[in-house]
């Protein structure tokens, strides 16, 4: 069973609409990430969460807005969708201090039109 | 900034042959994970090496981290290796900050 659940798998959206892609994980980890994965570029980090609480931002853009209604969710909300959006989204899990590292999602590929 | 190279590129085997993929960063203090990715296709976490050497099944990863250096050893390589192999760091000592930066990827195809 998929440890880190990410739903849904694949998005197509209209530009200018507003989507969330959802994130579970059920590691018992308690940090979680989102990272981005675009064409022809390396994985970049977007977000990182601690017990729900925002520990750093990578994103310029103020329209990617993480959500955390529960320890192991951790959602990510777009708005305004634009093109250049178009990127696969991991999101990832760990647990601070352990010697495990990270675990990854099997990604949200997101396309906008 | 922090920077990940990954050598070579791309690379191609025949099937049995072994392979060994190269990460150089450019900070000190870090934290190295190997990941694999089929086209299209989740990340899936290779092996954790922050320093020495480490196995899992035909992969072995030897970090040198005072040199910046990372290897992954691919040994009697098969058609399912065939994907993309990164390499990630992350600065720092203490707790896992979750950024990691990954670089750019080995390409790997194995053909039988």
Known sequence: DPKIIQKPKYLVAVTGSEKILICEQYLGHNAMYWYRQSAKKPLEFMFSYSYQKLMDNQTASSRFQPQSSKKNHLDLQITALKPDDSATYFCASSQDGGGAGYTFGSGTRLLVI | ?112
């Not at chain 2, 099944?57 to 005072?66: E, M, N, P, Y």
């Not at chain 2, 720092?92 to 790997?108: A, I, N």
Request: hydrophobic content about 25%; glycine content about 12%; overall charge positive.
């Open chain 2, 1 to 112: 900034g922090q920077q990940v190279q990954q050598s070579p590129a791309s690379l191609v085997l025949q099937e049995g042959e072994n392979a060994e993929l190269q990460c150089n960063f450019s900070s000190t203090a870090t934290r190295l994970q190997w990941f694999y990715q089929r086209p299209g296709g989740s990340l899936v976490s290779l092996l954790y090496n922050p320093s020495g050497t480490k196995h899992t099944g035909r992969l072995t990863s030897t970090t040198v981290t005072k040199e910046r250096r990372s290897s992954l050893h691919i040994s009697s390589s098969q058609t399912t290796d065939s994907g993309t192999y990164f390499c990630a760091m992350e600065r720092g000592t203490g707790g896992l900050s979750g950024k990691l930066t990954f670089g750019e990827g080995t390409q790997v195809t194995v053909i039988s």
